[in-house]
């Protein structure tokens, strides 16, 4: 796919901005102000307590579908930066952690919704709406946005710098049709992404049917059966032995003395993964309230808090430096079982309800593991050949799985440039779609 498909305007004529080019001939350039009202409302402090607001923060909007979600509380309960208050035709742009391009259209909002203080709410005068929030996330324009950002953690840029961008100005009508073009091309977009990323859920789906599938039924489908006195894995190949994970694993802990000027890079375990992801580093000042630990190659770790949703990974080489924190416990293994083996254990759907069971709380919510409960109970154990050759046979199928993940996601990520590319273009005049918006 290729904006080039669509044609040029007839004339171009410089817009006097460098970085923006030339612009259709009949089209103007004006500072975004001059084009409509910033922060015109804000929910004053003597609010009844009781009110109940609906709430927008940054991390509630996606850069491409907008608003993903919403919170509700009382006024009084709120965070403080709940003062925003939009209406219909408003375009929210996010002022604070800019690199996240939180942008959105409000479109026929609850009467009492607001956003945080960390967004611009932009009011257009003379722009439709529509057209307004496509220009104001085309790359020309977010890329200003962060460039004129300052700070690094949380790069913020103040509304009335924002609003002194200059931005391309066709004429009202032709600004309808732009954006009912980019309304219809758009949504066919997002439609093949929607499928696209369901074919990537059914992908993970069948990753885990496929371990599940190995740790309970071994090599031979025809196996007979034995009971597990496990309460989530209740049969096993009948050769095979049933054991308490306290066997076969044993709690390692390597303190380290922490530095308070020295950075680390602290693990996370990224949750339904396969394995250990890098964290931004931290300084060992932000670690001082924290039990810290080295850890090595061949450990087995977990997150306490996300266990249940198969938060387990083992140290490889690319970790080597890093620390892990009291959220992740290590544990080496004994001589009776595969590594690789027992990770698939506790990522399959069993080892997962079983990490389930020993969290209590509510689902969804920050659940920490119960170890020493945890590790009374049983898994499957086949014999240490058939483990090896059970996760050569899974490692097999897994690559096949994950070449196809990659061809999806890279269909994915072609469809968001494309995207991106079109509404860059459309907005800023490269292509002329007055006669496609029928």
């Not at 004129?148 to 009508?173: D, K, Q, R, W």
Request: charged share 30%; with cysteine.
């Amino acid at each position: 796919m290729s904006v080039r498909q669509f044609r040029p305007y007839p004339d171009y004529r410089g817009s006097g901005v460098e970085w923006l080019g030339e612009i259709p001939a009949h089209w103007e350039v004006k500072r975004l102000k001059h084009l409509s009202s910033v922060d015109d409302e804000s929910l004053p402090e003597d609010t009844d307590p009781e009110l109940e607001i609906i709430y927008v923060d940054i991390g509630n909007v996606d850069a491409s579908a907008g608003i993903a979600a919403k919170e509700r509380y009382s006024f009084s309960t709120a965070p403080s930066r709940a003062r925003r208050v939009v209406r219909h035709g408003d375009v929210i742009v996010s002022t604070v952690r800019t690199y996240l391009k939180a942008i959105a259209a409000i479109v026929d909002p609850e009467p009492n919704l607001d956003v945080s203080t960390g967004f611009a709410v932009i009011r257009p005068r003379l722009l439709d709406f529509r057209f307004a929030a496509y220009a104001l996330r085309a790359p020309y324009f977010v890329d200003r946005v962060v460039a004129h950002s300052v700070g690094v953690s949380y790069p913020t840029i103040n509304a009335t710098e924002m609003a002194c961008f200059p931005i391309v100005f066709p004429a009202l009508e032709e600004q309808h049709a732009i954006a009912a073009f980019l309304d219809r091309e758009t949504s066919k977009i997002d439609a093949l992404v929607a499928k696209k990323e369901r074919l990537i859920e059914l992908l993970q789906e069948k990753r885990t049917s496929l371990i599940s599938h190995a740790v309970t039924k071994g090599l031979d489908p025809n196996f007979g059966a034995a009971k597990v006195g496990s309460a989530s894995f209740s049969e096993m190949p009948d050769h095979w032995e049933s054991r308490k994970l306290r066997r076969l694993i044993r709690r390692v802990i390597r303190p380290l003395v922490i530095e308070p000027n020295t950075e680390y890079r602290e693990i996370g375990i990224r949750s339904w993964g396969k394995g250990i992801f890098h964290k931004d580093p931290v300084r060992g000042a932000l670690l001082e309230d924290k039990s810290v630990y080295y850890i090595e190659p061949g450990d087995f770790v977990l997150n306490i808090v996300f266990a249940w949703e198969g938060a387990v990974a083992v140290v490889s080489e690319r970790e080597v430096g890093m620390v892990a924190s009291h959220r992740f416990p290590t544990f080496r293994h004994s001589g009776e079982v595969d590594l690789d083996y027992l990770l698939m254990v506790l990522q399959s759907e069993q080892g997962r309800a079983l990490m389930a069971i020993n969290s209590p709380g509510a689902a969804g919510r920050n659940r920490t593991i119960r170890l020493a409960q945890f590790f009374d109970e049983e898994i499957p154990l086949p014999p240490l050949t058939d483990q090896h050759e059970i996760v050569r046979k899974f490692r097999h199928e897994e690559r096949r799985n994950d070449a196809l993940l990659a061809k999806v996601r890279e269909a994915i990520e072609r469809l968001k440039e494309y995207r991106t590319a079109l509404i860059s273009a459309a907005v800023t005049g490269k292509i002329d779609v007055r006669g496609e918006a029928q």
